[in-house]
């Protein structure tokens, strides 16, 4: 009789980057904008009910954004790379890549993160070596992962994992 290997535990805690499940949200984001602004954000982060379990997990996303014609940003760009590669290998990084506008040439660079305060998230944000030359600027936001769906491909034979 086959047994299922069970990973969903495993692969959902890659996810939330810890050796444990734990849905309790991050510190919360400061702020630095209008009263309106503030009034959004303190209404967008109280708690609703909702019809389904949602994942209510906390990340901090940068939106890095070229100066000038991105020239710039092109002579520290090997560097960028090697940062966002540590803190890939450090646990800190959910995800990240280009960005691109479909109707149009905007393009700026995502990155997701894991950081346990505002403080924390915008410290990661200001030692990419992009944003320390200023040849990039940011912005940073908080978001709250609810629904999705990822599938994990394990290929015994062939020593390969495929992400979906």
Partial sequence: ???PIYVGLAIAALAVGSDRFAF?????AQVQADPLERARAQVADQRVQSPIPVFAKFYYVILTTATGDGSEARKYLNDHFLYQADLEKRGITFGAGPLTQVDGDGRV???IIRADSPEEARKIADSDPEHIHKARTY???RWMLNEGQMSIKVNLSEHKITLE
């Fill in 1 to 3: 009789m086959k047994k």
């Fill in 24 to 28: 309790a949200p991050a510190a919360h």
């Fill in 109 to 111: 660079g995502l990155i």
């Fill in 139 to 141: 912005k940073l936001y």
